[in-house]
Structure formats: C-alpha cells, structure tokens
C-alpha cells in the first residue's frame, strides 16, 4: 500500500479535504491485509513528487519507557532524546518545545550560513520562539512567534538574513501554512 495513497477496505482513496468541509481534516484508512490505520490529511501527495522526496527526508522514532509513563526516547540517527508528554512529568522536553526547537534551530543555521557565505559579520545570533495551544481547540495553536537577533550587523542586513530563513526553511513554512508564524528581527551591533 502506498501511504501517500491510502486506500480503504474497498480499495478507494481516502481523504478528507478540510476546504471542503468534507471530512474532519484527517481521515483513517486501513488496507486490505489488516495492517495498522494510515493517517492522512488534507488531499493525497502526488505520486510524482514521491521520489523527489524521498532524497530529501528524516525520519525519527519514539519508544515509551517500560514503568515510565509519559516518558519517550526519541531516535534520530545515531541520537536520543529523552521527551516527556505534556501530562508527564515535564522534567524532559515536550513535543511542542521540540517543534519550537526545529524552528530556532533551523534560523541559527540558517543565518550564520547565509552571513558566512557573503562574509557578513556576524557576531552571534539568538533565535527565540514561542507558541499558544488554542483553548477552543486544543490540537492547534493559535499562534506561533519567534524573534531572532543578529549580531554585528545593522537592520536591514538582520531582516535580509531573516527573510533567506523564511524563504527557504521547511520547518518554518510548514508551520506558517498551518496556523501561523509571526517573526520579529533585531540587530544588536553592540555584540
């Protein structure tokens, strides 16, 4: 079964396009060998751009730990990361910090590595990011901001650098397209 199209009991593809109203925004389709549930949402993925996306992908995985509720180790490569549910404990970082995470740390990355290709100087960079969980509807947030400051350069080469990260960062657009990103920039020539 191809996941990007999957397929219900009798075989039609199953989706639900939140646009429509069709649907709830994600669907729950079950191939014929009684594997488990494939989640979709929004309309499927076009075959051709399957294999184009397959070069360019992560994948991470999660266990619980056995006498540890809400309590995973995620694996990333040769990585762990110990996270905690938002009902755990909290001592551990939270699936919606680790979301924030990617996002501030795809900007430092990103602007130290467009500053060095055109040999800015920089001095240091700082990326700072929050987000709500919408109290209507708790699988959403209601917004997401972040601020970022570069160092050793004025305003506008701060903005310049900020806007190559939102042109060209996945995490960020991906999170834009969904509910929302607000990003603040500020140069901070002192450092």
Do not use: W
């Not at 989640?39 to 992908?57: C, K, L, Q, R």
């Not at 900007?107 to 920089?122: F, H, R, S």
């Not at 917004?143 to 042109?167: I, N, S």
């Amino acid at each position: 079964m191809d996941p990007a199209h999957p397929r219900g009991p009798e075989g039609a593809v199953v989706s639900a396009d939140p646009a429509s109203g069709s649907g709830t925004g994600a669907a729950v389709a079950r191939d014929d060998s009684a594997s488990p549930a494939h989640v979709t949402s929004g309309a499927p993925a076009p075959a051709a751009n399957n294999a184009a996306a397959e070069d360019n992908s992560a994948s991470v995985s999660a266990h619980t730990i056995a006498g540890t509720p809400g309590r995973y180790v995620l694996d990333a490569r040769a990585n762990h990361l110990i996270t905690d549910s938002r009902f755990g404990s909290g001592e551990a970082v939270r699936a919606g910090e680790l979301l924030l995470g990617a996002l501030v740390s795809c900007a430092l990355a990103n602007i130290e590595n467009n500053a060095a290709t055109a040999e800015l100087p920089i001095t240091g960079v700082r990326a700072e990011a929050t987000h709500a969980r919408d109290p209507e509807d708790p699988t959403r947030y209601v917004y997401t901001r972040m601020t970022v400051r570069v160092g050793g350069v004025d305003q506008p080469t701060a903005e310049a650098l900020a806007a190559k990260y939102a042109a060209t960062c996945p995490i960020y657009n991906t999170v834009l397209r969904g509910s929302g990103i607000e990003l603040a920039v500020f140069a901070d020539r002192a450092r």
